[in-house]
Structures are given as C-alpha cells and as structure tokens.
C-alpha cells in the first residue's frame, strides 16, 4: 500500500517559532503537495513539487516555504509561525502529471498534522 | 478558480438509505475525483471520473458528471454508520487538484 507518512500529528508552537513538517512517502511519487485545511475552506494548496528541488507556490505560498532535498521527502517550513496558521496541514504525493497517460491525479494523503501556534 | 463547491453541506441518514451528495464547479476539467475523510484524519481516494466518462460505479459508489452543467453527483447506496465521514470533491488533477469545502455526512444507526 501507498504510505505517506507526516512526522508530527500535533504540534504546539509559540508565535514567531521556525516550524518543520516533515512529509515522506514510499511509492516513488514524482509530485508532492502540503495543504492546509481550514473549516468551511476545504483544502488550500500551499507548494507543490514535481521533482527533486523544484517547486511551485500554490494558492497560499505566504508565510511557508518548502524544501525537498530527496525524492521521497517534502519539508513545509514556517519561518516564523503566526496565530493565522494554525491549521490542519495535510501532504499528499501523486504520479507525474497528465502528460503521462498512466497518470491518474489521484492523490495519495497523510493522516495530517494539527498545528497550533499560541 | 476551478473549485468545487458541494451540497449540501451537511446531511443527515438512517441507515440504509441512500446518500446523494453533489458538486459543482467553474471551468473546464481533465477529471472529477472524491475523497472521503474520517473525522481528524488524511483524505482518502474513493473514485475519479475522467472528462470523457458520463457515469462510474465502485461497489455501493456511484459517481455522475455532467460537463455541460459542470456538475457531478456522489451517491452511496445502502448506507452503513462506518459511512460517517466527510466527503469533498476535487477538479482538475496533476498539479492543480482543486477541493471543495466538503458534504459531512452522518450516517445514523
């Protein structure tokens, strides 16, 4: 089975805190995401990467920033934690996209990582 | 914004029932997909439905999209309690997969 495994289910950090969450998954994903979930919001796209040291800002990039070093591993970093992203934040991995005809989009999530910045 | 939005926003069955929860969305797609998510935890895939497909069944699922309304339906038949979750459609795929805020459906015993 897909696995994608977030480090941290809980977290409580104080404002201005450097935040790490760390995302790995173990099926050879070239795209990995972070959202972060809000209620009544849905899911927001925060980065995305399709490949080893490449990445795209979402729908919500300000305040975050992500790292990935290593295929199977997708790091969001708040630089300096706020009370605003308090948050349910949720990785998700994927095939390449849809130039491969074997590509579904299906995406592959975490359980989640629940962060409270006090 | 290609977001989908569902409705209703919540619902509320006996079990056994069936549930019919609906999704709506702005521009064109290449895919329609729906996840299910139990309280506090990840997003699970339950099905997707292609562009060019009119309807899809996945054992008690059964999924419909209409491009020309730009609207799909989820329906789960004979419902069970375990079916208790929250439910969010999502357009686009690859890299732009776009969620809805969710149906949260409750499933009575």
């Known amino acids: 089975d897909v696995k994608v495994t977030q480090s941290s289910r809980y977290l409580v950090k104080r404002t201005g805190e450097k935040v790490f969450l760390e995302c790995v998954q173990d099926?050879?994903?070239?795209?990995m995401f972070w959202y972060r979930q809000d209620p009544g919001l849905g899911l927001r796209l925060i980065y995305f990467s399709y490949d080893v040291k490449m990445k795209e800002k979402g729908d919500i990039p300000e305040g975050y920033s992500v790292s990935r070093e290593k295929k199977e591993r997708f790091s969001l970093i708040l630089e300096s934690a706020s009370t605003n992203q308090t948050s349910m934040y949720l990785c998700?991995?994927?095939?390449?996209?849809?130039?491969?005809?074997?590509?579904?989009?299906?995406?592959?999530f975490g359980e989640g990582s629940r962060l409270t910045v006090l | 914004s290609q977001q989908g939005e569902e409705d209703p926003q919540a619902l509320s069955i006996q079990e056994g029932e069936n549930a019919t929860m609906n999704c709506s969305y702005k521009?064109?797609?290449?895919?329609l997909q729906w996840y299910r998510q139990n309280s506090g935890r990840g997003l699970v895939h339950l099905i997707l439905?292609?562009?060019?497909?009119r309807e899809k069944h996945s054992g008690r699922l059964r999924v419909t999209l209409d491009t020309s309304k730009k609207s799909s339906s989820l329906l789960i038949t004979a419902s069970r309690a375990a079916d208790t979750a929250s439910y969010f459609c999502a357009v686009g795929g690859g890299f732009k997969t776009i969620f809805g805020a969710g149906t949260r459906l409750f499933v009575k015993a």
């Open positions: 099926m050879d994903h070239e795209n």
């Open positions: 998700a991995s994927s095939f390449a996209g849809p130039w491969r005809k074997e590509s579904t989009g299906e995406l592959f």
């Open positions: 521009t064109s797609i290449n895919n």
């Open positions: 439905i292609r562009s060019n497909e």
